[in-house]
């Protein structure tokens, strides 16, 4: 099946950096991929809709200028929290859409951000 | 407003049992779609189902169907003869258009459910 491969899994970074998170699809091309935010035991929270060529979507309350999205190909999107801080320490994950229907959306593994 | 509603917070079934994990949504487009995703203590997102909203059949994959009732915006899961490895947390979602052509999918809260030997 599709795979959908998210890194870093896990990165601990100090507060004040910038951490860079990729989304690839393997074997598809995506035109669409999603951002989701997840706290422990919580829903996934929908951050931003990133198509591929153009601008990202951003949700109500996500800030454009703090989580960075950039989706400059078919198979790539990245996630970048800039000058992160202990309250953007979450899980997040990626979603991407393979062409045509949407009777799937294929996810990435996650990535677990803790700043110190 | 709540787009997508999961109101049971946690489930027990015993195994080899079925299981009906509930889901309501809100939403005023005429073609959208439904998903339902079990995410275990890995943290990965697996896909279960998929529902659109034309779909005259309910859909079914192995184990899990959904029980689409249009009228009543409900998209309930049903596993049937549950599994020790279906112990997880099962997430409804629903996809919909936003103006220019775009899609979000948008997830409820989560159902917790535990499969008892």
């Known amino acids: 099946g599709a795979v959908v491969s998210q890194h870093p899994s896990r990165v601990i970074c100090k507060s004040g950096t910038s951490v860079k998170i990729e989304c690839r699809s393997l074997d598809f091309q995506a035109t669409t991929m999603f951002w989701y935010r997840q706290f422990p035991k919580k829903s996934l929270m929908l951050m931003a809709t990133?198509?591929?060529?153009?601008?990202?979507?951003?949700e109500q309350g996500v800030e454009k200028d703090k989580f960075l999205i950039n989706h400059a190909s078919l198979t790539l999107s990245t996630l970048t929290v800039t000058s992160a801080h202990p309250e953007d320490s979450s899980f997040y994950i990626c979603?991407?859409?393979?062409?045509?229907?949407?009777?799937?959306?294929?996810f990435g593994s996650g990535t677990q951000l803790s700043v110190l | 407003a709540q787009k997508i509603t999961q109101t049971q917070p946690g489930m027990f079934v015993q195994e080899k049992e079925a299981v009906t994990l509930d889901c309501t949504y809100d939403t005023s487009d005429q073609s959208y779609g439904l998903f339902w995703y079990k995410q275990p203590s890995s943290g990965e997102m697996i896909f279960l189902i998929y529902?659109?909203?034309?779909?005259?059949q309910n859909a079914t994959e192995g184990r899990y169907s959904l029980n689409f009732q249009k009228a009543r915006k409900s998209a309930n899961l049903v596993i049937s003869a549950s599994q020790l490895g279906d112990s997880a947390m099962y997430f409804c979602a629903m996809r919909e258009g936003l103006p220019g052509g775009y899609q979000k999918v948008t997830f409820g809260i989560g159902t917790k459910l535990q499969v008892i030997p």
């Open positions: 979603s991407a859409k393979p062409p045509g229907g949407y009777e799937k959306l294929f």
């Open positions: 529902q659109g909203s034309y779909d005259e």
């Open positions: 990133s198509n591929e060529g153009s601008k990202a979507t951003y």
